[in-house]
C-alpha cells in the first residue's frame, strides 16, 4: 500500500463514520497514522495513543490517559484487526474510565474477536501499511 492508497482508504473509512467524537484514541503502533488522519478529516483536536503489550498471552494497556474523559465520546482506532485482542482491551480501559467508545480500522481478518463499528472490509492477508 502506497500514502496515496493509504489517503484514500482513510477518506473512504471517514465517509462511514457516523459518529461526532470529542476524542480520537489511536492504538499504538499501528493506529496512530490512521487516528491522525482521522482526527483531520472529523475535525476533533483532542487525540491521544494508547499502547497495549502482549503479556504472556495476555493484552495490558501501559499507558495512562491522565485527562478525565468521563462521558466523553471517543473514536478508537487501529490500522487492522488480526485478533482484535488489543482493541478489546484498549476498548474496556477506555470505557473503565467512563467513555463512550466506537470503534474503527481500516481491515478486519476472520479470526479477528471482535467487529469494528466502521471499518472498511474484511481480508484475508496482512496487509503492509507504508510506515513498516
Not at 37 to 45: I, R, T
Not at 84 to 97: H, N, P, R, T
Not at 103 to 115: G, I, Q
Amino acid at each position: 500500500m502506497t500514502w496515496h492508497e493509504l489517503e484514500n482508504e482513510i477518506k473512504v473509512l471517514r465517509s462511514k463514520i457516523k459518529y461526532s467524537p470529542d476524542i480520537i484514541v489511536g492504538v499504538v503502533r499501528g493506529g496512530l497514522i490512521p487516528a491522525r488522519l482521522l482526527s483531520s478529516y472529523l475535525n476533533v483536536k483532542e487525540m491521544y495513543c494508547l499502547t497495549v503489550k502482549k503479556v504472556s498471552d495476555q493484552r495490558k494497556v501501559k499507558t495512562v490517559i491522565e485527562e478525565n474523559i468521563d462521558g466523553k465520546s471517543v473514536l478508537l482506532v487501529e490500522d487492522m484487526l488480526e485478533t482484535g485482542k488489543s482493541l478489546v482491551v484498549a476498548k474496556q480501559y477506555l470505557e473503565s474510565k467512563g467513555a463512550v467508545v466506537k470503534t474503527a480500522c481500516l481491515y478486519t481478518m476472520p479470526k479477528s474477536e471482535v467487529v469494528p463499528d466502521y471499518f472498511l472490509e474484511e481480508i484475508h492477508r496482512v496487509v503492509k501499511f507504508p510506515w513498516e
